[in-house]
């Protein structure tokens, strides 16, 4: 019968297909299968780019730490050279608080110096006035050959000074001082020196001076 031997056929195969079943069975170690390797090499490939990147990873924050050393350091030196500076300033504001003590001293000096500048100013005029005052009186006269007043110039210069000059004067010819002008000389007798009177009238004075300027200079001898 055909269902027979169709049957008879696949008992026989299934009793040569048992002895391998149960040697695959009876091992321990699975047989490999087509899809295991590649899921295995990929597990292997994750693992190694993982070890990479957490080397990198270190690396990085090795990097970064040195990085934050060499920053504390700078940040330690630049401290110091912050306090440093510090210190310079305030040596510089003292030194400008000083000067501005000193400028504020000399401004007041300067003040006060144009103040006695002034009165200096004053003074010289008061001076030059008083001494402009006091030679209007003076008359200088250059006709008396040396020596030929003597011993008494102021006697001399009474007598002589109304009879050279022609002048009638209201009261006595008076006199402050009289002297010669200039040091000794060794040509005296041919170059005498001029004679200098204070008078002590005004009114003389401007007598003797307005004579001299109308007339022609008197010239006496011996």
Known sequence: MPGGRSS????????RQLPFSETLL???VPPPTPAALPSTRHHAMADSAQESTMDRILQVISEVGRRLEGMDSA???LTAETKSIR???VGFQSCVLGLEQWVTTVKAQVASSRDRNQEILFLLSKMTD??????????RFLVFPQNIEGEDIHAFLRETIPKLTALTF???LELQRAHRLGPRRLDAATRPRPIIA?????AQARQ???RARTHDPCKMDR
């Open 8 to 15: 008879t056929k696949n008992s026989g195969k299934l009793a």
């Open 130 to 139: 008083l001494e402009d005052r006091s030679r209007r009186d003076n008359v």
């Open 170 to 172: 209201d009261t006595p």
């Open 26 to 28: 009876n091992s321990k």
């Open 198 to 202: 204070c008078l002590l009238h005004h």
């Open 87 to 89: 210190l310079d300033i």
């Open 208 to 210: 003797l001076i307005q």
């Open 75 to 77: 940040m330690v030196s």
